[in-house]
């Protein structure tokens, strides 16, 4: 990824190389949120939005001007954004709120992707199983702010892995996420997914999924739960975030995995997922 040379901070621009953070603002820190764009489009601005607003309202702070009229003027500042960093085709813009002197400040950084859109991985990814803690249901484990500090660690242990990403389990040892994403299983016509009573992280790209699936006439569950065992016999498995799209499993220890539902699954989540 190339990052922009410039930086929005407060309706500003700043380059990149002269933005200093200072303690104090450090310690101001709320909260992030990531969106992505192709072309001119912000696929899931709506839900993104949506969970600005939510997690602002946790820290019991008024909405941003920018956030009225269904985010008009916050849609403004990330093409002000991309504009400015001459990111036209694929890129992804950081949103990050901080809370100094009773008012919150923003900043919105953009990276450019190789990757113009959403696309299916044609090398599919190998999986493993993170057992070195586990991850409890609690008020916030379905939403970022009470999932990043089990993900930091994952991503921190997947550095000395030989696979592809960790899944992460519960306190009953049913896998519910890996980081920034959900995981579903396909056996025959039934997907069986994680659900939030069990600690599992809530994606804004679930909604759409759940469409998809009734739309491929594909049954959804998530109350039992995916366990290990599980995972041995089921036929396809995918991994799925609002930045990244669909992305397939070929391997989990010595099984292998199809895609033939995950590609029709792909196409109706790129054709549908830019609003």
């Known amino acids: 990824m190339n990052q922009g040379k410039y930086i929005l901070v407060n309706g500003a621009f700043v380059p990149t190389d002269e933005c200093r953070i200072s303690i104090s603002e450090s310690e101001a820190f709320l909260f992030s949120e990531k969106i992505r764009a192709i072309r001119s489009a912000f696929p899931f601005f709506r839900e993104t939005l949506e969970m600005i607003k939510l997690k602002l309202l946790i820290f019991n702070q008024s909405l941003p001007e920018f956030t009225d009229r269904e985010g008009s003027g916050l849609r403004r500042q990330l093409e002000r954004t991309l504009t400015k960093n001459k990111h036209f085709l694929g890129s992804t813009l950081t949103l990050t709120f ?71 389990l519960n306190t009953d040892n049913q896998i519910i996420e890996t980081p920034e994403s959900n995981i579903y299983t396909i056996t025959g016509k039934k997907v069986r997914g994680a659900s939030n009573k069990q600690g599992a992280y809530m994606d804004i790209s679930r909604s759409l999924m759940l469409d998809i699936f009734e739309k491929l006439d594909l049954g959804y569950a998530e109350n039992e739960g995916i366990t290990v065992s599980q995972l041995r016999n089921v036929e396809e498995i995918l991994i799925v975030n609002a930045l990244e799209g669909i992305r397939w499993v070929v391997g989990f220890e010595e099984k292998r995995f199809f895609n033939n539902t995950i590609r029709k699954i792909s196409e109706l989540f790129n054709q549908n997922g830019i609003n």
């Open 98 to 168: 901080r809370l100094s002197d009773q008012k919150i400040h923003y900043t919105i950084q953009s990276e450019k992707l190789d990757n113009i859109g959403f696309s299916l991985n044609e090398k599919g990814l190998y999986i493993g199983i993170f057992d070195k803690i586990q991850k409890s249901a609690a008020p916030l484990s379905n939403l970022s702010l009470g999932s990043e500090v089990y993900w930091h660690i994952v991503k921190n242990h997947l550095n000395d892995s030989t696979v592809d990403e960790l899944l992460i």
